[in-house]
């Protein structure tokens, strides 16, 4: 005999209740004073004893009752080490685990997997439980452990294929957590699925419990149906009349074995066909199609490329967003007394193509506040500074703004706005012997990353004849040194901004490094890392998340929503207004926008996962030895060698329930005795 | 009257004169009254008898010195024995057997002193408790005894009545008001010393209603007031023993003092005090008789 809840035996306890009361009434039993007990005293004293039995009698029925129910709370059982395909061995914990992403809805697919899934339900013995796991890229437990039939089948009616891709993963890691909190002998996955192979890549380290079992059901069969996949789409810019155009080049493919013919790939902008083309595309082939460039005249155009209907429909679609391309504004800040001084630097801008650069050439008397505040980034080429255009320079870092400092032999900087990352010394002459190299770059920082790889970029072929002597100050980085050892760039954040300090000029006077192929690059990175430029993602895939602050959304304050493909509105701010992260679950548009009528609007594209629209299967054995570490037939033999657990076999003998039973009857006995007792 | 009503009545005299003259005014025909008669006799003259009572008609008539005798040179003593041991603080029918004898001994004393006896009071419970002499002005003290007796000791009887006998020197009336919880032999060893010198006995047995039908219903525990002992009793199994026990009893009682002519009623607390002023007076004229 053992017990599931022996703490419950501190209850017996309570035993001590009835005797208690049973010796205290004797003691405080009602005392009827009496002038003598002279004749009382005479009477037989058997009159007496013989009640005093009856009590105990029934104290004994009392005690008896109690202590029946005391052990029924303990939940005892007849503890059998062998008992493992005893009584209540057959009760099993089953998880369905059903795939709905959307490659499920290829053919007949869902309609089979919820077919095969009401048979694994059905199938459920009266003592069984079962739960419904929905899973795609992530997993949702619909019901959880119950033995109802009918809600579970009604769980699992509900659902419908979604946008997202496979992975198994975590569905297992669902299945496990169940099935090692539930205490029946028995237990068993039942993975429904067409088994992707992109939904499995063997490192997921999702295992079930020992014992566990995992039966698959492949919900597959031969891809005869012609199924074209709009994967993935490239925009090219070009401008035209002064107009910026844009050409879409989509990437459609064909993962089955039957041809996609007379197909057509149409785009659309803003929910109307601009073009349409044909498409056909040979068995588990791909193909290209560009459509005719168009003018992209205001921000968040809609633009869609869908392929016709198929057996597959969910991957013909594939959205952007495209928006004009917005320029970096760069205000030059020059002497003007020194022709060809800023030529190279001019023309390095003027290349700039994604971004473009907008390039507004200032004398240092000349600059505006208008000015500064259109641009992005100022860059002072080797030019004197007073103290008036040095504080409205500082504020304009401060505010965010770019500051690029070529410190050439004119170069000054009031003490008064300090943001410079550096102190400027005097010149040091290389015209004689060797001159100077850039000898060191930080390689890590965004200027520099794209001269990482080998044969991207040559700095050191770069000659200096002259430079600054610079002192580095605290808190600043520096991203480039002269072989001598001395910065040669310098950065330094201030406020919002950035502040570069480079310590020579960007013309020929003092390096040839306008020379070098590295120059444009150089200053483009710099300008767009200034500038604190992104682009604008044309689309994002379901799965990621859109970070509303780092986009231009951030324009607008506070109580922004997002409004989903099927018309849901999700609020993007907390209740302590700290902005939230948005994911993206659904195939379409998404819209963020402000409280007011007229903000501004950001739209975002949100495409399916291509990788699902690979439906070659992965061998499900695979799964099933990676999440149970043996095969099939192993596991069901394993399961046959555990022994019952003290929980399965006390709820398979139920003997608590005897005993309260028993319990509750001796109290009604004990209620007839003490009535008839009373009367006697 | 009612005793539980004539026990909520604090006042004893008012409560003894309000019985006895109710009793009187309605008995005032009854052979008993008028005992007491002013002359009883002449006896020839004595020198040193008082010359003023000299029968000087009777001298007219007879040459010869005769003296009256008058009845009221016989008044006896009157003293009331009263058990206040803790056994007479009881009661269920709303007196106690001390309250009840109280106003019974105030009664017995009203109407023995409006015969111009003596009266007296002696309370006890193990031992005399106060003593009041037998005097034709102790009405007064007797009431005032009476109303602060309180009962607090156990009882017995022997060793207060063997004290009680040595005062008792002159021939006079005892009435001993008791529950008499001892043996009925006991009992009467206890009383006969006071019936060495000529007293006339009349004992009143108070009991309660209870004591005698022993009319309880729930079982508990009974404890007994004066020895603090307790016993299980279940009263519907115990009555019927019970009943013939104390029937026994009180006619062993009734046996034993009818043998020493000794007058002795059993009073029950429910029952108004006429029964037990008519016993006395009964009692009273048959010791008259025997005179």
Known sequence: MAFLAPLFFLGLAALSIPVLIHLTQREKKMVQQFPSLMFVRRIPYQTVRRRKLRDIALLCVRLAALLLIVGAFARPFLWRPNAATAIGATAREVVVLLDQSYSMAYGDRWDRAKAAARDAINRLGPSDRASVVLFSSGADIALRSTGEKDRLIASMDAATPTAAATRFGPALKVAGSILAESPLPRKEAILISDFQRSGWRGEEGARLPAGSTLTPVTIGGPLDKPNASVTSASLSRSTFSDQERVTVTAAVANRTIAPVTGDSLTLEIGGRAIQTLPLNIAPEGSASVAFQPFTVPSKNMRVTVRAGNDALPTDNVFDLVISPSAPVRIVVVDSGNRPGAGLYLMRALAIGDAPKFEITSRQPAAVSDEDLRRASVVLLNDVDVNVGLGRRLQRFVQDGGGMFIAAGPRATWPQEADILPASLSQPIDKSRGESARVGALEYGHPVFEVFRAPRSGDFSTARFYAYRSVAAAPNTQVLARFDAGTPALVERKVGSGHVMLWASTLDLSWSDLPLKPVFLPFIHRSMVHLANYTEPAPWLTIGQVFDPDASSAKAQATGRLALTPSGKRLPLEDEGSSAQVLELTEQGFYEIRGQKANSDVTVVASNIDPAESDLTPVEPADIVTAATGSTGQNAQQAEADVPLTPEAQERAQRLWWYLLATGILLLGVDTLFSNWLSRT | ?291
């Open chain 2, 1 to 291: 009257m009612d005793p539980s009503v004539l026990a909520r009545i604090g006042n004893l005299e008012l409560v003894s004169r309000a019985v006895v003259d109710g009793f009187i005014n309605g008995m005032h025909k009854a052979p008993y009254f008028g005992a007491s008669v002013d002359f009883a006799e002449h006896r020839g003259y004595v020198p040193g008898d008082d010359i003023r009572r000299v029968d000087w008609k009777l001298w007219a008539r007879t040459d010869r010195y005769y003296v009256k005798e008058y009845e009221a040179e016989s008044n006896s003593n009157f003293s009331v024995l009263l058990d206040v041991s803790k056994s007479m603080n009881f009661g269920t029918t709303g007196i106690t057997k001390l309250d009840y004898a109280r106003i019974l001994t105030a009664c017995l004393t009203n109407l023995v002193h409006h015969q111009r006896d003596r009266v007296g009071l002696v309370t006890f419970d193990n031992d005399v408790v106060d003593f009041v002499p037998s005097s034709a002005k102790h009405m007064e003290v007797v009431l005032h005894t009476l109303d602060k007796v309180e009962a607090g000791r156990p009882g017995s009887l022997k060793a207060p009545f063997q004290k009680m006998a040595e005062h008792f020197g002159r021939r006079g009336v005892l009435v001993i008001l008791s529950d008499f919880y001892e043996e009925p032999d006991a009992v009467l060893d206890a009383v006969a010393p006071l019936r060495f010198r000529g007293n006339d006995l009349i004992v009143f047995h108070v009991l309660d209603k209870s004591e005698l039908d022993f009319g309880f219903t729930d079982a508990s525990a009974f404890e007994d007031i004066e020895s603090g002992e307790q016993m299980p009793v279940v009263p519907d199994a115990f009555r019927k023993e019970y009943q013939s026990l104390v029937r026994a009893h009180l006619d062993a009682l009734q046996q034993r003092f009818s043998a020493n002519r000794i007058d002795y009623t059993v009073l029950n607390t429910s029952k108004p005090l006429d029964h037990a002023l008519y016993s006395y007076l009964s009692a009273r004229a048959r010791m008259m008789k025997v005179r």
